[in-house]
Nanobody, 124 residues
Framework: QVQLVESGGGLVQAGGSLRLSCAASGRTFSTYAMGWFRQAPGKEREFVAG????????YYADSVKGRFTISRDNAKNTVYLQMNNLKPEDTAVYYC?????????????????WGQGTQVTVSS
């Protein structure tokens, strides 16, 4: 069992930045590929970014590429999402998740542990 707790969300103006953190407890964090997803009201949960178990490989949705950066610190059992140049369309609840496979994936179905989410609101 892995428990995931996100933090760092909030209200920011367009063009601003936020850094989300996801602290993991339980089984060995470094054995899981990790992902960040988001869900806006009335929309399906969508993939934002993923990172391999070692952190050597990262993947991004086209909508955030060049603006968001995912990273992890296995010594601290934490994965991060640095979000720069935020846009109003980035407004959503952001979730971190641990993959049930050795690789990261853009499908929510491949993730077996989820955090409770943190709200990000970007004003125009």
């Amino acid at each position: 069992q892995v428990q995931l707790v996100e933090s760092g969300g909030g209200l920011v103006q367009a063009g601003g930045s936020l850094r989300l953190s996801c602290a993991a407890s339980g089984r060995t964090f470094s054995t899981y590929a990790m992902g960040w997803f988001r869900q806006a009201p009335g929309k399906e949960r969508e993939f934002v970014a993923g990172i391999s178990r070692s952190g050597s490989s990262t993947y991004y949705a086209d909508s955030v590429k060049g603006r968001f950066t995912i990273s992890r610190d296995n010594a601290k059992n934490t994965v991060y999402l640095q979000m720069n140049n935020l846009k109003p369309e980035d407004t959503a609840v952001y979730y971190c998740a641990a993959s049930g496979y050795s690789r990261t994936s853009s499908s929510p179905r491949d993730y077996i542990y989820w955090g409770q989410g943190t709200q990000v609101t970007v004003s125009s």
